[in-house]
């Protein structure tokens, strides 16, 4: 698991998220979408209405580790770590 804090561009150990039901549905329904295929190069995004807030989410593989060149600069700096 990897968590990058994209406003202060950094690495995060611990999180909470606090979800509507609605919020929660739409993860839910987005996250089966990318687990029908995993090694898809596919992600989501869920927004709070006024976009104050924003979770991205993506699936990682081996395989896709393999080729860190499909991430930015600081998502690659940080998937490399162990």
Do not use: V
Not at 40 to 59: G, K, T, V
Request: glycine content about 2%; charged content about 35%; aromatic content about 6%.
């Amino acid at each position: 698991m990897k968590i990058i804090d994209l406003e202060r561009k950094c690495s995060i150990g611990a999180l909470s998220i606090y979800l509507t039901p609605n919020e929660a549905e739409e993860f839910r329904e987005e996250l089966d979408k990318l687990l029908k295929i995993p090694e898809a190069d596919e992600h989501f995004h869920i927004y709070e209405n006024d976009l104050s807030r924003e979770i991205s989410c993506s699936i990682i593989t081996e395989k896709k580790l393999q080729n860190l060149k499909r991430y930015n600069k600081l998502e690659r700096t940080i998937l490399a770590e162990s």
